[in-house]
Structures are given as C-alpha cells and as structure tokens.
C-alpha cells in the first residue's frame, strides 16, 4: 500500500531526500541524504540485538494508524550489504508490514553519525514548518531512538517540557483525528480539547463535526465536558446528591488539572469517589508522580 500524499512526514519532512537550490545543514553533514524509501522486505532485524516479544494484537492500532497516515517515523537502520539492518522502530517495522505497505521510509546511518544526524535533525525542527503532527511525531523518535527526555528535546528546541509533551499526546488521538489535523481541517487547539474524552468513536464524531461546521475550540470543550457529564454512571445515591457535589467537584477538577497539568477527572457516587490522573508516557507519570509526592511532603 502506498503512502498517502499531502499527509504527515514525521522525521522525514526534516531531511529532503531529493535536491535541494542550495545546500543545507543536512546536505553538508550528509552529502548523499540518509533519507529514503526502501523495499520493506529489504530490512532485517538485528539479531545481536533483541527486542523481546511482541504482542502482534498490540500492533493494530500502529498499523491502523499507518494505513490512514504513512509512517510519521521514520525506521533507523544501518547498510548490510545491498540491504539494511534494523537499529530502531521495531514496532514500525512490523506494523507496516502489518498495514499491507510495500516500502517504509528509512533513515540510513553509521554507528559514528549518530550525533551528527541527532544535531542536523534538531537544527532543522528550530526553522521547519510542521503541522503539529508531524512536528510531535518528530519528537517521539528523537525521545525513541536518541533517547532524549521530555526536558532534553525541549531545551533543544527552544520550547517547555510542558509543550513537548503536550504535542506527544496528539498521538493518542485516532488516526482519521489525526489525519484531520494534518489536513489543516483542524487547529491544534480542537484536538487537544478532543483529548478530553477517551472515546475514539466520540472524538472522530466530534472531530468531524468541528471540521464541517466551523466550531470554535471553546465549543469543542463544551462539547466534551458535557459529554463526559453524561457518561458518568448514574444510581440513585449520586443523583440525590448531584446538586451539592457538582460544582465542589468541578472546581476540584480544574485545579488538579492546573497542579498536575496534565487531564485529570473526578468523579462522585454518594459518599465515594475516584481521581482519574492522564500521563502522555512513563516519562510523564514519573513528572506527575513528583509533584504529587513534593505536594504531600512539603
């Protein structure tokens, strides 16, 4: 299956394989641009170094999300002879084999360019521009394959912790959501509202909607607010109560969410409830982890 055009190119979007009118910072470190669509028969995994199992049920969201937008990241893999050998993106790999595709986009490199690839690709995400998308794309496979922190990609690109991960959680978003936002039918905004509700269904139907009649970001959060309102289980003791305990619990809600930046929901059935606390990644949990742990011993 070929890859769609005019939809995301991760990585890819920072190293122009074709020629360019004048030489740029990649050209210069990598005169032969490492860039490039191989055949994905033509790549190997490395076999002194594995990976462990994987849970091939596990890869159909990847591939799902593949056949709707291509490969956001490109797969990083060094020359074996006339093929390639696997270094990073595994899960890619086997994902797009999954998805049907026929060639995947690669990054080629030697063990020794390591740091100079990680820099040429860094500099260009300062003056590249992406759609959010590809741009969050991009920042998981510098977190995945050059094992940066959260902190260090933003202090390599000049933005917060807080808005790194922020633009990483867009990939939680279904892929029709996604492909959406990289259309330009919607902003960054609406999709960070849409983050709101854990239902596909719902934020595609959301999406959709926004997209077709205009709706403003604001009205995507009202929409999803008051959906999660109403998906909230409904017995006879909460119902008694939900005067008195609606507007305490909201507020609650918001100021969790400004503490822990990050979505957090609460909810209430008679005298028991339960916080609900999102993390982007292990990264993210271990952030929210501290402040909570800060917060209570202080």
């Known amino acids: 299956m070929a890859r769609?055009?005019?939809?995301?190119?991760?990585?890819?979007?920072?190293?122009?394989?074709?020629?360019?009118?004048?030489?740029?910072?990649?050209?210069?470190l990598f005169p032969k641009s490492p860039f490039r669509e191989v055949p994905i028969g033509t790549i190997s995994v490395n076999t002194f170094q594995p990976r462990g199992y994987i849970d091939d049920d596990e890869l159909q969201p990847l591939a799902d999300s593949i056949k709707e937008l291509g490969v956001l990241q490109p797969l990083l893999v060094?020359?074996?002879?006339?093929?390639?050998?696997?270094?990073?993106?595994?899960?890619?790999?086997?994902?797009?084999?999954?998805?049907?595709?026929?060639?995947?986009?690669v990054i080629v490199r030697e063990a020794e360019n390591v740091h100079s690839l990680e820099q040429a690709l860094v500099e260009n995400l300062h003056r590249k521009d992406l759609n959010p998308l590809d741009e969050a794309a991009a920042y998981r496979q510098l977190i995945d394959d050059?094992?940066?922190?959260?902190?260090?990609?933003?202090?390599?690109?000049?933005?917060?912790?807080?808005?790194i991960t922020n633009l990483l959680?867009?990939?939680?978003?279904?892929?029709?959501?996604?492909?959406?936002?990289?259309?330009?039918?919607?902003?960054?905004?609406?999709?960070?509202?849409?983050?709101?509700?854990?239902?596909?269904?719902?934020?595609?139907?959301?999406?959709?909607?926004?997209?077709?009649?205009?709706?403003?970001?604001r009205a995507v959060e009202d929409a999803v607010r008051l959906r999660n309102e109403l998906a909230k289980p409904?017995?006879?003791r909460r119902s008694t109560q939900a005067k008195s305990v609606s507007t305490p619990v909201l507020e609650?809600?918001?100021?969790?969410?400004?503490?822990?930046?990050?979505?957090v929901t609460?909810?209430?059935?008679?005298?028991?409830?339960?916080?609900?606390?999102?993390?982007?990644?292990?990264?993210d949990l271990d952030r929210v982890a501290q402040i909570i742990q800060t917060s209570t011993s202080s």
């Open 146 to 163: 050059f094992e940066m922190t959260h902190d260090d990609v933003g202090k390599r690109v000049g933005k917060s912790r807080t808005a």
């Open 78 to 105: 060094r020359p074996a002879g006339d093929e390639y050998e696997l270094i990073a993106g595994e899960r890619r790999w086997r994902a797009s084999q999954k998805a049907g595709l026929k060639t995947v986009p």
């Open 234 to 236: 409904q017995t006879k």
């Open 4 to 28: 769609r055009s005019g939809l995301g190119k991760g990585l890819g979007a920072l190293i122009p394989a074709g020629e360019s009118e004048g030489p740029s910072d990649s050209d210069v």
């Open 266 to 283: 609460v909810s209430v059935a008679g005298r028991r409830g339960k916080i609900v606390i999102d993390f982007a990644d292990i990264e």
């Open 169 to 217: 959680r867009l990939l939680q978003l279904p892929p029709k959501v996604q492909a959406l936002l990289v259309a330009g039918k919607l902003a960054e905004g609406h999709a960070r509202a849409l983050l709101g509700t854990d239902d596909p269904a719902f934020q595609l139907q959301l999406a959709e909607r926004a997209s077709r009649e205009g709706l403003s970001v």
């Open 252 to 263: 609650w809600q918001e100021r969790l969410t400004d503490i822990l930046d990050t979505r």
